[in-house]
């Protein structure tokens, strides 16, 4: 529950559109600043307080409990919210460190949302957030959703404060445009913090040197660097008409492009993909697909949902959302010669890749289309067990009422947004699922993304 404000103090303006650019409205009230007590976390990085007029602030850079000066970034008089950073601290909060990264802060990179805060605090607040989507928008306490309100960090990522784990294997540079120098973008903005070195970066990321070079004429540059295998991988966007330069790094990379016209990932040289490893399996990723982007990630979500579904020999299991084929390969190997999987996915390049990756399961079939599309024309009926992993929005009512309708004895939800599976969570309920279980893992540290799994099953199972 938020802190009760001082009367005399909290939510006052401090001063008088201190910053605001020239030509903005009358009513804006960027560069405005308020001295106001902070409140609860809320979902997206930042934390919730209230000006003197009660007009809702979203502060970034602070931490529940905390006395600070907000400045305005975003809003106008009349709005429903104002977003703001926290420009002073004037009374800290004991889960304050001070940030390790010289490029976070308010006004600078917004790649971090929590540099400023000890590693455990990080944690409890996404637990937090968690919980807060969990009760407002499906209506379950935490046991009422099997979990014990823990958020657990990686292998080898619970670390002391001040210090950062070296996650990031896949990094998206943008390049400012007079300079050429790379660096990440500011929080909610296209301008670009030049950076010589991201701390979040894994060692294969970082050991490329793309900071130090000069990258005029390019918009964008992502560098990948695979788990498991050696593979290095750049991708770099032109801005229109430039043309693509040489480029030499401090270890060998392959290099792909986008092309101007179609927007597709084209080879200029190397491998075209990158090799990954999880679950005992290698697994082609081309094009720069998706694959998690924590080193420990994939084998982590594997065995959560694994150790969730407990697949038999012979079951036959859906895929969706299967990208490269991760959770498909690993149901293939669990349920045998006698058992199938179906994975949909809509990407084409990772269908490709899923393919490959699966070629040695004779059960396993890959279609390319959308869920809600392709799903239906299957004609499948009933099925044993279901893995979804859906984009951040979450798979919606419609996909859920029809897997509801399939009779899977459990189903693993794989959720990157706790409020999309909050939402999808409540749909299920109403198919007759429950909740049996529901883990989450600190995937991303330093930023406000959370990784959860939750394990469903149907309702009179659970009696």
Known sequence: MQAEPKKSQAGSRTGSQAGAPEGSPVDSLVGEEYEVEIGPVAHGGHCIARTDSGQVLFVRHTLPGERVVARVTEGEQGARFLRADAVEILEASKDRVEAPCPFSGPGRCGGCDWQHAKPGAQRRMKGEVIAEQLQRLAGLTPEEAGWDGTVMPAEGDKLPAGQVPQWRTRVQYAVDADTGRAGLRRHRSHEVEPIDHCMIAAEGVSELGVEKRDWSGM????????????????????????????????????????????????????????????????????????????????????????????????????????????????????????????????????????????????????????????????GITEVDLIVLDPPRAGAGRATVDHLTSLGARRIAYVACDPAALARDLGYFRDGGYRVRTLRAFDLFPMTHHVECVAILEPTEKGL
């Open 219 to 378: 918009a964008s540059i992502e560098a990948i660097a695979a788990t498991g295998s050696q593979d290095r991988q750049v991708i770099l966007t032109p801005r229109p008409g430039a043309r693509l330069p040489i480029v030499e790094l401090d270890r060998p990379v392959s290099v792909m492009r986008v092309g101007e016209k179609d927007g597709g990932v084209h080879r200029v040289h190397g491998r075209p993909f990158v090799r990954e490893r999880a679950d005992g399996r290698t697994h082609r990723v081309g094009s720069g697909g998706f694959w998690q982007v924590h080193p420990k990630a994939a084998d982590t979500l594997v065995t959560a949902v694994m150790q969730g579904l407990l697949p038999r020999k012979g079951d036959t299991a859906l895929d969706l959302y299967c990208g490269v084929g991760l959770f498909a390969g690993a149901l293939a190997d669990r349920i045998g010669e006698k058992g199938a999987v179906l994975g949909i996915e809509s990407g084409k390049r990772a269908v490709e890749d899923a393919r490959h990756n699966l070629a040695d399961f004779d059960r396993v079939r890959i279609e390319q289309g959308k869920v809600e599309s392709v799903l239906p024309r299957t």
